[in-house]
C-alpha cells in the first residue's frame, strides 16, 4: 500500500525536521500551559474547580 | 439573567449503567474460564470454545462491553450536569446505546467462530469496525452538540478528558483499521511486518491511554469530587497533566516491542517516552487522592471512596510499573512473560473495575431517589475485589519470574538446563492455579455488588427526568479584568478538540514516516519470499484459531533464546506478513522458526492431540481442523489482494493459485502417507501443515550470524 508513497519518499532527506517540529511545537505548548496556569488568578482557579459541586440539586 | 428550565436525561445514564456491570459479569466469566483452560485443557471442549476462540471474547467485553459501557454512563450523566443542559439528541442518546450493544452482541457471534482480523483489541473484522465507527460519530455529534449549546461556559477539566478520548480513537480507530476486504467476514491488515506490529502497538498503547484512562480521569474528576463533596486538590495540575499525558502517551507504543525486529531508534523513542509519562500519570494520581486530604475519615464509612481510593491507588501502581517494564533491561525479563498480564490486571481490575463500581454504587442509589440495599454486602464487595486483585496479580510476578529464571538457564556445559518450554509450564502451574481463585474472588465481588445494585433498583423509584434550571448563556461574553488565558481555549471547545488532534497525531507521525518511508529501516533479504497459496490459507487458519495469542513469532537476540529458538529474528523477515503474528505471550513455545524442525506427522499428530507428541502439554486439541475440508473459494481473491497491499506475487498469479495449491497438497499428503497417516490432501490440516513448515525457513539458507548473541 505504501509502494505509491515509497515511490517518491525512498530516500526522504532531512524527514527527521519532522520530528523536531513535533518536539518544538509540543515544548512551546507545553511551557506556555505550565506558565499560564502557575500565574493564573486563583480566584478564578477556585471557581473553576467548585463547577461540579454547583452542578445540580442531586447530592 | 433569565433562569430556564429543562430536564437531565436519566434514562440513558440507567441504560448504560446497567450494560456495563452485566457485560462486566459476562466478561469477567470468560475470564475466569479461560484461566481455567490453561490449567485444564479438557475445557477445550470443542472449537467454539478454545483458548484462541475465547480469549479476544473476553478482552473485548471487558474493555469495550464493561468499561465501555461504563464510559458513556459515566459521560452522559456528568456531561449532562457539568454543560447544565441535557444531552443535545435523546434519538442519538438511543441510536448510540443499541448501537454499541449491538456492536457487542455480533463480537460475541464472530469471534467464537474465528472471525477475526488477527491484531489484539481489534479482532472484530471490517463491517464491524465500520459499525463502531458510525456508532462513535453519533457519541462524538451528540457530545458536541451537548458542549455547544451549553449553559456553562467554563469547560471543566473532565469535559477535556472527554474531548480528548473521543478524537484520539476516532485516529486510532481508523489507522489502526485499514485493511483490504476479501470477504465479508475476511480482510488482511494494509500494513506488514514491522509497520504492522508498529502501527498495532501505537494502537493498542493508546486504547489503553485513550480509552482505559483518559475517559476514567474525567470520570475520576467529577465523580470523585462528588462523592467526597470538596473540590479536586489543584485544578492548576488537572490543566497541566492533561496536555502532558495526552502528549506523551502516544509515543509509549513501541515499548511493546522491545529487543523485537524494530528498529533500535523507535524502540528507544518508546522506553523514553514512556519513562516520562510517570510525571502526568501520578499528577492524576496525586490529584485524585489529595483531594481527600483531611477527609480520609470519610473514607472509613463510605464504600464509594474506598472503592474510588483503591482505583486511584492501582492507577498509581499500574503507571509506574509500566514505565519500569518500558526499560530495556526490565523488558527482557517480563516481555512474553506473566508479568504483563499481572500488569494488565491491576489497571483493569482496580483502576477501570474499581472505579465503575464506585461509580455505579453512587449513582444508582441517586437514580432511584434510594439508598444503597446494603452497604454491608458493597463492602464485601470491595473486600473481596481488592483481595481477588492480590491474588491474581502476586501469582503472576511469582510465576514470571519463575519461568524466566528457568528459560533462561544454562548447564555448565553451556547448553540449556530445560530445553523442552514444557517443564516452565509445569512449574508455574501452581501459580495459574491461585490465579484463577485471585479472579474467582473478584468475580465473586462483582456479582455481590451486581446485587446490590439490583436489590437498590428494585426498592427504589427510577427517576427518567431529572428537572434542572440554569441561567441561559450570555450571548456576548465580557472579560474578566484578569483574564486567564487558558480562558481562550475553555471557552473554543472545536479549537480545544483540533488542537488535541494536532498534539496526538504528532507522535505518531513522528514513529510512523521514518518506519514506513526510510528504506534503511527494514532491510531487504533476497532470500525472504511471499507465501505459497496454500501456506496462506494455512496462515489464515492459524489467525482464525487465535494460535498467536498462545505462540510469539519472534525471537530476541538473547543467548538463551537463539539456543532455544534459533537464528534471532530479522525485520526484513516479515515483509509479507499481512498481518504481523508476533504474538505478545509465550503461553508456548515461540514459533519463529519452526519451519522445517518436526516432519509433518509430527505436526499432524500434534494438533489432532497436542499431548501425543508433547506429554504434559496445555494446548487445546484441533481434531477439527484434520476433519474439515479447505475453503479455497476465496484463495483467487486472497492473491489478488495480497498483490494489491505490494507482495510481488507474479501479474496473473491468481488464475493458477488454486493448481499450485492443490499440487503443494499432494506432496504434504504423499509425506503424510510416508508416516503412516492417510489423510485427503483437501483437509485444513495440510495447509496448516505448509504454513508451520514454511515459518522463519527463508534465511536458513543465508550465512548465519554468531550464534552467540549479545544483549545490546
Known sequence: MFSFIKKYAESLDGVGIYGDIGLVLFVIVFVGVLFVTLTANKEYIAELAQIPLTDSKND | MEVEKFNYDNKIVRDFAFASFIWGVVGMLVGLYVALELIFPQMNFCQYATFGRLRPLHTNAVIFAFVGNGIFMGVYYSLQRLCKTPMWSKALSRIHFWGWQLIILCAALTFIQGITFGKEYAELEWPIKIMIALVWIVFGINMFGTILTRREKHLYVAIWFYIATWVTVTMLHVVNSMCIPVSLFKSYSAYAGVQDALVQWWYGHNAVAFFLTTPYLGMMYYFLPKAANRPVYSYRLSIIHFWALIFIYIWAGPHHLLYTALPDWAQSLGTVFSIMLIM?????????????????DKVRDDVVLKFFVVAVTAYGMATFEGPMLAIKS???????TDWTIAHVHIGALGWNGFLTFGVLFWLIPRLYRTELYSRKLANVHFWLGTLGILFYAIPMYWSALTQWSMLRQFTEEGILKYPNFLETVKAIMPMYYMRAFGGLLYITGTCTGVYVLIRTAMQGSFQAEEAAEAPALEKAYHPHASEHWHRWIERRPIQMLVLALVLVAIGGLAEFLPTFLIQSNIPTISSVKPYTPLELEGR??????GCYLCHSQMVRPFREEVARYGEYSKAGEFVYDHPFQWGSKRIGPDLAREGGKYPDSWHYNHMDDPR??????????YAHILDQELNTSL?????????????????GYDKVAVAD???QAKEIQASLKKDGIQTSDSK??????????RIGKDIKGEKQTTEQAEIK
Not at chain 2, 288 to 293: C, Q
Not at chain 2, 635 to 651: D, N, S
Open chain 2, 635 to 651: 484463495t483467487e481473491r486472497k492473491i489478488r489482494a495480497m498483490q494489491m497491499l505490494g507482495v510481488p506475487y507474479p501479474a
Open chain 2, 280 to 296: 502526568p500519570s501520578w499528577g492524576g494520581m496525586i490529584n485524585g487522592l489529595l483531594t481527600l486530604r483531611g477527609a480520609w
Open chain 2, 661 to 663: 495449491l492443490k499440487k
Open chain 2, 540 to 545: 489464515d487458519l492459524y489467525i482464525r484459531e
Open chain 2, 612 to 621: 501425543s507428541m508433547s506429554p504434559g502439554s496445555i494446548m487445546p486439541s
Open chain 2, 684 to 693: 485444513e490440516i495440510i495447509a496448516l501443515i505448509a504454513y508451520l513448515q
Open chain 2, 330 to 336: 526490565v523488558n527482557a525479563i517480563s516481555h512474553y
